[in-house]
């Protein structure tokens, strides 16, 4: 199953698979597809270090960009 389809039609899609989902979207330049998925995964798993930087990754705004890097860095110190 594509991850696409995954968060159009599951009922419940898992946070692995949203964020599957926000990568592939990503990667297919649509970073608010995957923005949305990010922020779906976040707010369910706000400790969720990759999606943090995924976030980083799609946001156009330098600011929030570097407020999404802080968030791993608080949650990550030495990663």
């Known amino acids: 199953m594509e991850t696409k389809a ?3 039609n599951a ?3 898992t946070s ?10 990503i ?5 608010s597809r995957g923005q949305a998925a990010l922020a779906w995964v976040l707010q369910r798993e706000p400790s969720n270090v990759v ?5 980083a ?3 156009p705004d330098g ?6 890097l ?3 860095t608080a949650l990550n110190p030495f990663g």
Do not use: D, H, S, Y
């Open 63 to 68: 600011k929030a960009k570097q407020e999404c």
């Open 11 to 13: 009922a419940n899609p």
């Open 27 to 31: 990667k297919r330049g649509e970073p």
């Open 70 to 72: 802080a968030r791993v």
């Open 6 to 8: 995954i968060m159009t």
């Open 51 to 55: 999606a943090w930087l995924w976030m």
């Open 16 to 25: 692995e698979q949203a964020l599957g989902f926000a990568v592939t979207a």
């Open 57 to 59: 990754e799609c946001l």
